[in-house]
RNA sequence: CGGGGUGUAGCGUAGCCCGGUAUCGCGCCUGCUUUGGGAGCAGGAGGUCGUCAGUUCGAAUCUGGCCACCCCGACCA
């Protein structure tokens, strides 16, 4: 396991600031946990997003944009939704700089307060329920099933680079439907997209709950999430989908008129996830030596890097990689040339190795005479020389293997680090090992603060279709009716 | 907001106790040799020592104020 890395992603930054992303944005509290996401980075981002975005569409949704700011009137509708985020919103109260009298630069123009106070959206459900109300008269406008990528601020009191920056890159769904069965339907619906994204494409194993009353987003009746175990034995909320109920159609009065002709409240849903992602994604595969991307999600899936002696040499080598190049394109796989002259060869390797290039291949006058290639797995790091016939069906196969390889690593893992705990001591033992603890709890709050108090280990959550037996709760011994996830969480 | 720490070249640092105009590594530039795992040699560029004030003939170094950042906690996707 990769010890150093792990821990603290911010930490590696040797090769995961200069090439990932880069944090110190400008020296300015303002600005402090934004995150700059340099090119490489984005391009996973990218390819998160289009994958995301075609399972939403193949789910019946569709794409919608709505405005950053919102008026501060908006988020005081929902009593729990203020409560939960008024701590953290960065407000705008003015519209105009002007020049300082004393030639000390600009100030705030005081003439050009604003009224009424603008927030910078730190999740959209009250502007999105305020537009609503004016799309849905009737049953026949239901289901109303859209989603918005957009950025999202949150003041945190303190950041962690990907896992909780100031702001950050997400989407957001927002659905209105015409019964409470429909909605918990689309919410657990939603859950699985994730699920299923996380393990298809992340290679990431989750499990999928429901949190329990403390943990739930500000304004749900129900929020149901996806949790990872990052290598570290931390726990890693992955993405979360909500059943709102009525509260933002009362909140926002978005009535309907259903079949009977009765006017009724609009049952709603939400679901996102975030920029949280990549952060997951290094802090499940990565190792020393940097990045592990799997190919379903990496930008460049194979490398060429050709060896050689002079420019002659190059020209000649080059018209077999590219022969080679074109060959793997046509199973719909990218591969990225790199012929440049300012680096040599070792030490391009060292750098698609940090960049998580799932396999490298490398060509010289060797290869030319003998017809083979030299083919690297960045996953086990493993070199083979293989022929260069049938060489884009080969390529194609590996890429699969470390695909399903990753997921395998990682489902292994996760299973080594989930414990059942009977008893307080061993409860807090196994915390100590890091994973996730299966334990008894009498289901009160009280006693879910107290834990976390005690331990600083929350109740992930309480697994879907989760085994019902009886037992005591680990810490007040009250009879339990089931087991729930305890860990310590990013 | 509480507790701790740090600010010296693009990055990472030495020097500070005991005052005399700044050390080393990475990176960058030039040239030659190299190229199957992060090249070698030679030469070179780059610094208001966070900031303001004080002490002093003289301050990176001593004193005081301010600013910024980091870590730990409270909060959280």
Redesign the pocket.
Known sequence: MAKDFTT?V?DYS??YNELVVK??LA????V??CMVIKPYGYAIWEKIQAQLDKMFKETGHVNAYFPLLIPKSYLSKEADHVE?FA??CAVVTHYRLKNAEDGSGVIVDPEAKLEEELIIRPTSETIIWNTYRGWIQSYRDLPLLINQWANVV?W???T?LF????E?LWQEGHTAHASKEEAIEESEKMLDVYATFAETFMAMPVIKGVKTKN?R??GALETYCVEALMQDGKAL?AG?SHFLGQNFAKAFDVKFANKEGKQDYVWATSWGV???LMGALIMTHSDD?GLVLPPNLAPIQVVIIP????QEQLEEISKQALKIKSEIETKGISVKYDDR?TQ????K???Y??KGVPV?I???????ENGT??V?RRDT?E?E?LQQQDIATKIEHLLKNIQSNLYQKAIDFRSENIHKADSWEEFEKLLDQGGFISAHWDGTPETEEKIKELT?ATIRCIPLNNKQETGKCILTNNPSTQRVLFAR??
């Open positions: 603290r911010e040797q090769w944090a110190d020296d300015h509290s303002a402090r946990g939960g701590k953290e949150r945190e009191m303190r962690r896992l909780r920056t100031a950050f943990e987003f500000a909320q979360t975030s920029t949280r030596e060896i050689y002696k002079g002259d040599k060869p070792g030490f390797f060292a750098e190795e940090f490298r490398a060509i010289g006058p060797r290869d030319l290639i030299e690297a790091k070199k020389t600083k969480a990013y």
